[in-house]
């Protein structure tokens, strides 16, 4: 017999609403709340399964037995199943039973809305509050917007938690204990935001997080909710953003997940050409389904307002967008207009963003979109599709064939490393050099560089800084910024011990300087987005492969002038052209000692000619460090 109390969160206000999708709070709503009713404690017990003939929650409060507590379905066809369970506790692990009236099949399902799990290879959900955790971040979220917004620096490190760094046992490290390494880490290495691979719980630890299941649940790989909360408080309160990759793209088909969730096709899309993803093995969401673009966007607030996340990069964008991606001919179907743009989907993050700028003041969203889809960046009232940023493929791609060639043959492919600035302010760009790019066979960031080992090295000084001058912000994943020799291995540690070697430990030198050298350099950030932001002096030095240009703040004083020589060759009394006649002083230089590099600069202040050149009527004469980015500052 059943021991649940008929109990309700759901108003007819809430009813409507997620049935038009427009509820984006459904978190506060569904799964199970802990919570007294007439004095009693207990659990309110909340789920969606439409297509169920019967619901029961099992858990370690009724050995598991389906026949104990069972649901009560709501009597307006919304589809949803509640109940207040008296015996039920916080830590108590449950699942949903669920008897589909679709085949006659019996299923344990996990809480879609659970906020904490079982650790993999365990799957069961687990009731939990997260409503008591003391937040210490309130100066960051007094000022994040000044903090945040696209005019202030961003400098962004990537990191998988799970594979940052092992403790002595070769164990995670946890979240508190990454609330301690890796926030003094992130500060003393002067990146201004931390982006973290999904974070979100998930089964299969070689999907790193792409293929998950508990989209309102931190992985409990490295602890508890309160936990993570506490080492996001860590990073606000070291003045560090906190980016989540979130994604709402695919899910796997785990038999205990989303899929046929109530013995149909639930959540993600019946027809297998907009349903099933052939790439990823994975379940694609059904954007034209109402409630479930309330799941997504909800899930989306959630991150920002439960754990004062700062921004979401949404991945795999491009998939989401396009019936035809991946597929061929006859494995898709085109939308009513006989295109091949998936028009729910991009219906979907229009209105994801806009409700997540509409409800949070100060953060960012970023798109993974790697295609040349107009708009992207652009805003919703202005037809696009709403996000803050988005990453920049096409340079990343160009960038690394350039600097993976040999120097002799870059005068011949100058093209390539000056295309991305043809383009570079039709959207608000990233510049990732992720995670993507060091595995799969494709070799880490230092093993792609041509040369001897000193090459090597002093190439990749040049690409960082090349991408920190470049137009737009900026991404590195982890282990880049010493130089890992091996490509990323998600199963252990980065390979921390390169750093008693000097070219390791000249290269950790190198970004640490260059981050804060771009943080205290306006004019690398305030116009960032904006043509205004950027002149070219010189991009068609074939023979010389040398690139100038300016990059401008909204103070002209403070401008700044970019010189890259990407040959191995010293180049003494390199000529440059300059709009005003003003003495000028080097800055920063990729080439010092401390880097490992040569240590030829330009010392003291550099006089103006009044000879022509680079049609401009003044000019210096500078030299260029082999394999070196120099930057001037007028005088």
Known sequence: MSQVIAYSLFTEFDISLFKAGKHFKLYEKFGAHP??????DGVYFSVWAPS??????????????????????????????????????????????ISSTH????????????????????????????????????????????????????SVYEVQLGSWKKNAEGEFLTYRELAIDLVNYVKEMNFTHVELMPIMEYPYDPSWGYQLIGYFAPTSRFGSPQDFMFLIDAFHQNDIGVILDWVPAHFPSDEHGLGLFDGTHLYEHPDTKKGYHPDWKSLIFNYERNEVRSFLISNALFWLENYHIDGLRVDAVASMIYLDYSREEGEWDPNIFGGNQNLDAISFLKEFNTAVYN?????????????AFPGVTKPVDQGGLGFGMKWMMGWMHDTLAYFSKDPIHRKFHQNEITFSLAYAFTENFMLPLSHDEVVHGKKSLLSKQPGDEWQRFANLRSLYAFMVMH???????????????????????????????????????FIKDLNLFYKETPALYEKAFSPEGFEWIAYDDNENSVLSFLRKGHDVQNDVLVVCNFTPTVKKEYKIGLGQKVQIKEIFNSDLLAYGGSGICNAGTIKISDEAWN??????TITLPPLGVVVFQYI
């Open 35 to 40: 919570m007294q009713l007439d004095g009693e």
């Open 52 to 97: 169920a003939k019967g619901v029961a929650v099992i858990g370690d409060f009724n050995f598991w037995d389906g026949k104990e507590h069972l649901l009560n379905v709501r009597w307006d066809s919304s589809g949803i199943w509640e109940g207040f369970i008296p015996v039920a506790k916080k830590g108590m692990r449950y699942k949903f039973k």
């Open 103 to 154: 085949n006659d099949e019996v299923t344990e399902k996990i809480d879609p809305y659970a906020l904490y799990f079982e650790k993999s290879p365990n799957t069961a959900s687990i009731i939990w509050n997260i409503k008591d955790y003391n937040w210490k971040d309130k100066n960051w979220m007094g000022y994040r917007k000044d903090k945040n917004n696209l005019d202030k620096p961003y």
């Open 359 to 371: 409800n949070f003041e100060g953060v960012q969203t970023i798109a993974e979109e790697s295609t």
């Open 471 to 509: 137009p737009g912000a900026n991404l590195l994943f982890m282990g880049a910024e010493f130089a890992q020799y091996e490509e990323w291995n998600f199963e252990k540690g980065l390979d921390w011990n390169l750093l008693d070697f000097l070219p390791h430990k000249g290269m950790l030198n």
């Open 615 to 620: 049609q401009r009527n003044f000019s210096a």
